[in-house]
């Protein structure tokens, strides 16, 4: 392996796709959809956490001039509980003998975030000291997952997806230019191209999939990121094998379609709650994006989902093994790959 | 001057060669390849000495090609060693890909990177400073070197093949068909720059259908038909060997034209010459060698 050589390879991969018409429809679908989704449902900027508190509370009158979160006041705690039980408030704000901060069941960790802060910094202001006020937060049970939420896992995906592609896409036009050939004729090795075109996709899928993780909110845990880097070598892995099998950009096109359901198999899982969810659980995707929604949403940690961890690690092993024999079967004579 | 043995003139031929002491740069023994069940090239063997151009001529379907990427590490021969540089092109690759330049039959520059970069970036694979500019202004595209490699015409794309091909000022030069479909202009353009490349002793494997190039270009010249070396010469050699040794003479008497045809070889000739030299009046006189077309299908049976 050389380093120098792959690094070269990559900046020409890079050169050559972003000057390609279809790169810009890659790069953008998922951000437009990422926007479009999240402006509708009105999570992003835009609208703020809304927050319940008793009127006769000393710092809801802070907490209305500071426009962190939406409040509205309620005449006794038992109304604040129930603004937050019903879903009319994201979150309730209730005095006794300690401050608690009540979250409804659907918000987002970002919006808990949110809240928390908002109504830590109002008892500050009120209490007119620079002691910390103790506030204990309390969360109801999810009711399930808010639309928003069920909508991160289909994004994600197609972030995977757009990574694996661009390496079909230009595994298949340097076929189809026969630039492969010119290639296989310098110093650098079948390998050194082939690893250059997949670290191209690793960088792009794990761009894209951060921007949108992080314009959902959902760049909560490191873990998300480890998750997001093996998802997307999954997807780098069949990018690589459509790359070699299929015979043109429409022959990837057309097919893509019909895969690209079984790639997001997992996601409709999530997005439609009347799905059984063991279903999905059938599918390699599954082991990336239920843990991601589970880290972020669910408040849960790696003790819950490290064995999906070892699932995934071994689809991206069997899916990369494929690869490979793919590789040096339909490009034998062509390109002598070297043992992996 | 007559040639008793063609044979002999080849010897003395390759001897020629022998200030580069019989450096063969490119060996071929045995090479075989087939698609499936079908045998394109067939138990070919040969060499190429330094400094040598061999052209490999044979029509469409030959073998050139399946050859060429066999000699360059693209393709495994089924059977057969191919050495280029004194390395086994198909165990060692990388080691012979560091000195060698291939030109392809297909198109195959990045369309969408210009000039100067599909050039920089093959030059950058190698491990060795390139000067690229050089380069561009030896194939004489200056001009076109911030365009887009697919807004040249072919003549010009196939110009910074070559170049690409002499990224590694390589010791051997394999370029197939690198003049086909090209317009006059453009392909003397070509011939110029591998003309250069043998004056500065580099040695190169040529395919071509183009009989005339062959002929013009190579030192030695292999006729494939059907995946086989049907001959392997001096263009003079099979000119020779298998042309007609005949002299024609064209004589003037007013307007009236005489022609007459003269075996080169038979002892009559002498006086029969003599006295149409003494008796003045001679238009012409012409040889009667064959073209190496000519050979070739007298060889093969078929034509270019
Ligand atoms: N990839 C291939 N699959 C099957 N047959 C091929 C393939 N490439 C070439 N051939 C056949 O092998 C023979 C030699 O081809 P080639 O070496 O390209 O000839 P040339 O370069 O002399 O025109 C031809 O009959 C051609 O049809
Ligand atoms: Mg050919």
Known sequence: ?340 | MTVDNPYKVRNTYVTGYSGSAHVMMIEATGLTYRYGDFVAVDDISFSVAEGEILGFLGPNGAGKSTTVKMLTGQLVPARGVATVLGTDVSRHPKAVHERIGVCFEEKNLYPRMTVRENLQFFADLFDRSVDVDELIRKVDLEKWASERAEALSKGMQQRVMVARALVNDPDVLFLDEPTSGLDPVSAEQIREIIRAEKTRGKTVFLTTHNMAEADALSDRVAFINEGRIVALDTPENLKLRLGRRLLRVRTRAGDDFAEEVLPLDDDATPDRMGALLRAGGIATVHTLEATLEEVFIQLTGRKL
């Not at chain 1, 989704?37 to 900027?45: E, K």
């Not at chain 1, 690209?260 to 899982?269: D, E, G, K, R, S």
């Open chain 1, 1 to 340: 392996m050389n380093v120098p050589l792959i690094a070269r390879l990559a900046k020409k991969d890079v050169r050559v796709t972003v000057r390609e018409p279809y790169f810009f429809f890659y790069l953008a679908f998922p951000l437009l959809m990422t926007l479009v989704i999240t402006v509708a449902l009105g999570s992003l900027g835009g609208s703020v956490p809304s927050l319940g508190v008793c009127q006769d509370d000393a710092a809801a009158a802070y907490l209305s001039s500071s426009g962190a979160v939406d409040v509205a006041t309620y005449p006794s705690i038992e109304a604040v509980r129930e603004a937050v039980a019903s879903g009319d408030r994201d979150g309730g704000l209730m005095a006794g003998e300690y401050y608690v901060l009540l979250y409804a069941g659907d918000t987002t960790s970002s919006e808990r975030a949110a809240l928390y802060a908002a109504v830590s910094s109002a008892l500050a202001a009120a209490s007119g000291s620079t002691e910390t006020v103790d506030i204990s937060v309390e969360r109801l049970e999810p009711r399930g997952l808010s639309l928003q939420v069920r909508l991160i896992p289909f994004l994600v995906i197609i972030a995977a997806v757009v990574g694996g592609l661009i390496i079909s896409s230009s595994l298949i036009e340097e076929r189809e230019h026969h630039t492969l050939d010119a290639l296989f004729v310098s110093p650098a090795t079948p390998f050194d191209v082939i690893a250059a075109k997949a670290l191209f996709g690793l960088f792009l899928g794990m761009v894209l999939g951060l921007l949108i993780l992080g314009l959902n909110g959902a760049l909560t845990s490191a873990l998300v990121v480890v998750f997001l880097f093996f998802g997307v070598l999954f997807t780098i892995g069949i990018g690589l094998m459509a790359g070699v099998v299929m015979n043109s950009m429409t022959d990837l096109i057309a097919r893509m379609k019909l895969f690209n359901i079984v790639l997001q198999f997992p996601a409709l899982v999530i997005l439609f709650p009347q799905i059984p969810s063991w279903l999905g659980m059938l599918f390699p995707t599954h082991y990336f994006i239920a843990p991601i929604i589970s880290l972020t949403q669910e408040g849960a940690a790696l003790g819950d989902v490290w064995w999906k961890l070892v699932v995934l690690v071994l689809c991206d092993a069997a899916v990369l093994v494929m690869a490979a024999k793919v590789l040096r079967r339909r490009m034998s004579g062509m390109l002598h790959l070297p043992s992996l």
